[in-house]
């Protein structure tokens, strides 16, 4: 899997709703300790040392406090353009469309411009698909991470190093 492949993968991982289960995963770890990009792993290895030094209920609580109670730093996407706008509704079924012309549909309950859901689809789509979306959402992403530094939040390891995988992704397609 191309490098910038595994970043995004690791990262809509890690932007989930913490579980037990992946806390402690060997095969995360050793994903993340397989990165080349020395930034992006220590990075991600930060954040898994956050995730083993805390309880369960704790890394939960962040979690909740930061994406779902936080305009500033909500996941769904377009939520920063729109609000709870009609136009919402009208960039999702645009955002439906980019994921089904890149034979990807989506399913009922998950929605186009949730982060993690964007970053597994930037993980396996076609590399122009891929640059699209992200190009489509980057500067959100990029609001939600200053959000997160400036509120000295752990989860700013996990989009700093997302962030920092993305805009190598895109200028690597640019010199191609």
Excluded at 48 to 55: A, F, G, P, S, V
Excluded at 59 to 86: R, W
Aim: glycine residues 4%.
């Amino acid at each position: 899997m191309e490098e910038h492949r595994k970043i995004f993968k690791i990262a809509s991982i890690l932007l989930q709703y913490p579980e037990q289960g992946w806390i402690g995963d060997e095969q995360l770890f050793h994903e993340i300790s397989s990165l080349s990009n020395e930034g992006v792993r220590k990075l991600f290895m930060q954040f898994l040392d956050y995730l083993t030094t805390n309880e369960i209920e704790t890394l939960c609580e962040i979690y909740v406090n930061t994406f779902d109670f936080s305009d500033k730093t909500t996941m769904y996407l377009t939520y920063h353009l729109f609000g709870d706008q009609k136009e919402r509704g009208q960039a999702f079924l645009k955002l439906k469309e980019e994921f089904r012309n890149a034979g990807f549909d989506l399913l009922d309950e998950e929605l186009p411009d949730y982060l993690p859901v964007v970053l597994e689809f930037a993980s396996v789509a076609p590399e122009e698909h891929a640059k699209k979306m992200l190009l489509i959402h980057k500067t959100t992403i990029d609001k939600i991470t200053e959000e997160l530094k400036l509120a000295n939040n752990p989860y700013y390891l996990v989009m700093d190093g997302c962030v920092t995988g993305i805009v190598s992704f895109l200028e690597e397609k640019k010199a191609s």
